[in-house]
Nanobody, 123 residues
Framework: QVLLVESGGGLVQAGGSLRLSCAASGRTARSYGMGWFRQAPGKARAFVAGLSRSGGRTYYIDSVRGRFTISRDNAKNTVYLQMNSLTPEDTAVYYC????????????????WGQGTQVTVSS
């Protein structure tokens, strides 16, 4: 069992930055690839960024590549999503996810989800 707890969401103006954190608990947390998904109002939850178990490979959707950075601190069992140059289109509930694999893509199976954290970008 892995428990994921997100933090760091909030309200920011367009062009601003936020850093989301996801603390993972459980003895096997380091065995999981970690990722971030988001769900905008009226839309389905969608993949945003992912990180392999070692942290050596990263995956991003095109719309955030170059603006978002995913990273992990295995010593702290924490994954981060640094979000820069935010736009109103980034407004969504952001979910942390864990899966027993290294690769990430839209539709990838997820073993555990966090509860979500709201990110709102004002224009």
């Amino acid at each position: 069992q892995v428990l994921l707890v997100e933090s760091g969401g909030g309200l920011v103006q367009a062009g601003g930055s936020l850093r989301l954190s996801c603390a993972a608990s459980g003895r096997t947390a380091r065995s999981y690839g970690m990722g971030w998904f988001r769900q905008a109002p009226g839309k389905a939850r969608a993949f945003v960024a992912g990180l392999s178990r070692s942290g050596g490979r990263t995956y991003y959707i095109d719309s955030v590549r170059g603006r978002f950075t995913i990273s992990r601190d295995n010593a702290k069992n924490t994954v981060y999503l640094q979000m820069n140059s935010l736009t109103p289109e980034d407004t969504a509930v952001y979910y942390c996810a864990a899966r027993l694999a290294d690769s990430w893509y839209e539709g990838a199976s997820v073993a555990y989800w966090g509860q979500g954290t709201q990110v709102t970008v004002s224009s």
